[in-house]
């Protein structure tokens, strides 16, 4: 019986050396497999991070984002970040002023840009000029309260904390110093971004590598200025008397203004994000407190990551993509078209209301494949 399998293999042109390489193949196979198909519930790590290559990352005010590599190159390593609690009076819109509470001085505060499995060592410093204890959650870290228990610092302290990212994607971070400081300190601004990239870097839908050409972040910020009796914005003197009065006009739920990046029209006219046709953009938004929903006039996320969290399969040709608050999303469009783009909350009355409107201005030529106008406006025939 045996003997007449064989011969029939044989016939086939397969010989017993050629099964056992293919017997290799298929063991080697399912070893790999089962390795990359370990659950994220299942993974384990090794090391605190001591002993592994440092580098210092130098932050930069949003919407750019700090230097990095979109394939990770080498081993994991210690990403060095310093971070400054600022304390400063801001003018959110012609007229009306708040104390901003942030890191390094911008709303929202910098993009920390790592690889999956690097370490981020965080230096939080607060100057003694400020009048506030501030520390840091880091949605992308591992531990109860995100490292906020670990990173109180009062006027004129600083303190280091080193945390592994084990999970790629666009997460959080803010100040939460307990209690209802947590709502004010992050409605005054202090809250910011770490992208998190798969060392291989991005997916497309079909599990290919995608690159882009440049990123953005914005953060939406829901601001709630406290106003006197006949609804005009106090002008509030210290940031301790900011925090008084703030408590009452978080509580209404009402912002005064909901804005990109700090301020109304922080990202119009000269200050728009600019690309150019044929471009990939990988847009990056977050919301450290309240829900909202982001849309590109004219344009779509070719690919889209819920959540930004780049182990899943993007979706694509999303309109409109959601942001529950506390989470980031990032989308990635190639612009077809030349123009200057509306990239807006699509609650239409937060964006032309309340500030929730930014603008990209692309560059190139008008394609006519896409669309064209057949006749200009004339009176009704
Ligand atoms: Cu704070």
């Given at each position: 019986m045996k003997q007449r399998s064989m011969q029939k293999l044989k016939q086939k042109g397969i010989f017993p050396v050629q099964l056992f390489f293919m017997l290799i193949m298929l063991l080697s196979f399912a070893a790999c497999k089962n390795q990359s198909s370990t659950s994220v519930v299942d993974k384990t790590f090794s090391g605190d991070g001591d002993g592994l290559e440092r580098v210092k990352q130098e932050m930069v005010a949003p919407p750019n984002l700090p230097k990095f590599d979109q394939v990770a190159k080498g081993e994991p390593k210690i990403v060095e970040v310093t971070l400054t609690a600022i304390e400063k009076k801001i003018?959110?819109?012609?007229g009306d002023s708040m104390w901003a509470f942030t890191f390094n001085g911008s709303v929202p505060g910098p993009m920390i840009v790592v690889h999956q499995n690097d370490f981020v060592e965080l230096t939080l410093k607060n100057p003694a000029t400020n009048t506030q204890m501030h520390n840091i959650d880091f949605h992308a870290s591992t531990g109860a309260m995100g490292g906020g228990d670990l990173t109180f610092v009062n006027p004129g302290e600083e303190v280091k904390m080193r945390f592994r990212c084990t999970r790629p994607g666009v997460f959080v971070y803010h100040c939460a110093p307990g209690g209802k400081m947590v709502p004010i300190h992050v409605t005054a601004g202090m809250n910011g971004a770490i992208m998190v990239l798969p060392r291989e870097g991005l997916k497309d839908e079909n599990g290919k590598l995608v690159t882009f050409d440049k990123a953005y972040y914005m953060a939406e910020q829901d601001f709630y200025l406290p106003k006197d009796k006949n609804g005009k914005v106090k002008n509030i003197s210290t940031p301790q008397e900011a925090v008084q009065e703030s408590e009452d006009a978080i509580k209404s739920?009402?912002?005064?203004y909901i804005v990109f990046?700090?301020?109304?029209?922080?990202?119009?006219?000269?200050?728009a994000m600019t690309a150019k046709v044929g471009e990939k953009v990988l847009l990056i938004t977050a919301q450290a407190n309240r829900d909202t929903r982001m849309h590109l006039i004219g344009g779509h996320a070719d690919l889209y990551w819920p959540g930004g969290k780049f182990n899943n399969k993007p979706y694509t040709d999303f309109e409109t993509w959601a942001i529950p608050g506390g989470s980031a999303a990032a989308a990635l469009y190639k612009f077809r078209e030349p123009g200057t783009y509306a990239f807006l909350n699509h609650n239409l009355i937060e964006a032309f209301e309340y500030g929730a409107v930014a603008q990209i201005k692309v560059e190139g030529k008008w394609d006519s494949t896409y669309m064209k106008q057949i006749a200009k406006p004339s009176p009704i025939k």
């Amino acid at each position: 019986m045996k003997q007449r399998s064989m011969q029939k293999l044989k016939q086939k042109g397969i010989f017993p050396v050629q099964l056992f390489f293919m017997l290799i193949m298929l063991l080697s196979f399912a070893a790999c497999k089962n390795q990359s198909s370990t659950s994220v519930v299942d993974k384990t790590f090794s090391g605190d991070g001591d002993g592994l290559e440092r580098v210092k990352q130098e932050m930069v005010a949003p919407p750019n984002l700090p230097k990095f590599d979109q394939v990770a190159k080498g081993e994991p390593k210690i990403v060095e970040v310093t971070l400054t609690a600022i304390e400063k009076k801001i003018e959110v819109a012609p007229g009306d002023s708040m104390w901003a509470f942030t890191f390094n001085g911008s709303v929202p505060g910098p993009m920390i840009v790592v690889h999956q499995n690097d370490f981020v060592e965080l230096t939080l410093k607060n100057p003694a000029t400020n009048t506030q204890m501030h520390n840091i959650d880091f949605h992308a870290s591992t531990g109860a309260m995100g490292g906020g228990d670990l990173t109180f610092v009062n006027p004129g302290e600083e303190v280091k904390m080193r945390f592994r990212c084990t999970r790629p994607g666009v997460f959080v971070y803010h100040c939460a110093p307990g209690g209802k400081m947590v709502p004010i300190h992050v409605t005054a601004g202090m809250n910011g971004a770490i992208m998190v990239l798969p060392r291989e870097g991005l997916k497309d839908e079909n599990g290919k590598l995608v690159t882009f050409d440049k990123a953005y972040y914005m953060a939406e910020q829901d601001f709630y200025l406290p106003k006197d009796k006949n609804g005009k914005v106090k002008n509030i003197s210290t940031p301790q008397e900011a925090v008084q009065e703030s408590e009452d006009a978080i509580k209404s739920l009402m912002p005064t203004y909901i804005v990109f990046n700090g301020k109304q029209g922080a990202l119009l006219g000269k200050n728009a994000m600019t690309a150019k046709v044929g471009e990939k953009v990988l847009l990056i938004t977050a919301q450290a407190n309240r829900d909202t929903r982001m849309h590109l006039i004219g344009g779509h996320a070719d690919l889209y990551w819920p959540g930004g969290k780049f182990n899943n399969k993007p979706y694509t040709d999303f309109e409109t993509w959601a942001i529950p608050g506390g989470s980031a999303a990032a989308a990635l469009y190639k612009f077809r078209e030349p123009g200057t783009y509306a990239f807006l909350n699509h609650n239409l009355i937060e964006a032309f209301e309340y500030g929730a409107v930014a603008q990209i201005k692309v560059e190139g030529k008008w394609d006519s494949t896409y669309m064209k106008q057949i006749a200009k406006p004339s009176p009704i025939k």
